[in-house]
């Protein structure tokens, strides 16, 4: 009786998580926006107090390209775009990464409303002119996809700040820096909508299903 | 009578080589199928980040692997695994300059068994690399 009571409650448990993930995986609803909010009381004209969310948003921010071009929030202003870091001479995941985002590059080639942003983390050894060759050895050209780079302590904060991955320095790994691989997709309020696994098939293939919806919206 | 015994002889030697020689190419076989096996997990873990699980390499920054002749030698081979190149490589007439870092870690074996993967698979090679092949390949390049 005790195990027949248990093995209920298991299996009503399974109906009700089953029930609310197929719920969450219906293809009308938004995707999510990522990052801590904050809410806010204000009063409108009419008297009455309302009480408005505040997402999170990547900051201003300023960069060079490989070509030497400014970037910042108004590069990208009015558009979608993916984001990641990586340097040009990581012997680990960045290769890998840039076999997806290259996939991700050939999907929206023909879409004016989609770009790019790769930040190196090793702004010392990639120069806008490193990154230059290593977006046309990539077969990377035109100005969809940037590689950007910059000081140092701004990639760095906007990576773990912004984008809320670790982008961090580690004399231990092969190449001397860490970094876990995410691609990000970012809608055109600058809020995070998405976050991806870019070492696998399946997290480009996540991200540009997700960057379909988003386009809808 | 002599010709009987000659008979049963020959059959006996005949029956007995074909065994030693069959016995022979299996653990051949054998063992250029563990190789294989080995090389491939290897392949996975030191080479596929950057020469992809298909051996295309990436773009013009990495070259490819899946040639018929995935390295003009086999020492060669060995030498850059293990000790990488910063030298630039000219492959099918394409010019490659960026870094290998090389894999000091990988044994002899270890090294025989990439080799093992990468020339079957993708070149021409139908038995296992010897692993003194590595071994002259490594001390060649030391030179």
Redesign the interface.
Known sequence: MYLRFHQTIFWLAGVISTSLIAGCNNSDSKLPIIGERDTIERVTEDGQTVVDTIYHVIPDFSFIDQDSNTVTQKTVEGKIYISDFFFTSCPTICPVMKKQMLKIYKAIADDPEVMILSHTIDPRHDTPAVLKKYAEELGVTGNKWLFLTGEKEKIYEIGQRGYLVSAKEDENEPGGFIHNGAFMLIDKNRNIRGMYDGTTDEGAEKLLKDLKKLKTE | MSYKIMFRLSVMLTVGLTGFFTSCTDSEKVKREQYYAEGYQLYTSYCS??H?TDGKG?????PPLNRKDPLPSKELFACIVKNGISEKLVIDGKTYE??M?GNPGLTDLDIAEIATYIYNKWGTDTTYTNIYDVKIGLEKCKQ
């Open positions: 980040n950057c992809s990436l773009g013009d920054l990495y960026r870094t870092p």
